[in-house]
């Protein structure tokens, strides 16, 4: 069965920092496109940070410059490293896989982690 699990989200100061972790079963990983997103109440979920077709990596400007995405193939893992955060990074962040060829039929979602930053 596919699954995708966070961890690592929790409560932090401005100008904090935070390391997400998505660990992925059931899928052949090296296969898929891997992304954060995130959603406050209300908002749609918005991408923060994805790795590209070619292999590049790409952010929303929002988060440029203070959050990485990184991966481990051999651990069937993505990462967010996520640093000097603002009040507005306050989301529930989830993890995306999309396979590279089928995103139509072979999309999935984390259940997400709570990200909460205030003084």
């Known amino acids: 069965q596919e699954q995708l699990v966070e961890s690592g989200g929790g409560v932090v100061q401005p100008g904090g920092s935070l390391r997400l972790s998505c660990e992925a079963s059931?899928?052949?990983?090296?296969?898929?496109?891997m992304a954060w997103y995130r959603q406050v109440p209300g908002k749609q979920r918005e991408l923060v940070a994805t790795?590209?077709?070619?292999?590049?990596?790409a952010y929303s400007d929002s988060v440029k410059g203070r959050f990485t995405i990184s991966r481990d193939n051999t651990k069937d893992a993505v990462y967010l490293q996520m640093n000097n955060l603002k009040s507005e990074d306050t989301a529930v962040y989830y993890c995306?896989?999309?396979?590279?060829?089928?995103?139509?039929?072979?999309?999935?979602w984390g259940q997400g982690t709570q990200v909460t930053v205030y003084s």
């Open positions: 995306n896989a999309r396979h590279l060829i089928l995103s139509n039929q072979l999309t999935y």
């Open positions: 790795f590209t077709d070619n292999g590049g990596t």
């Open positions: 059931g899928i052949l990983f090296s296969s898929y496109i």
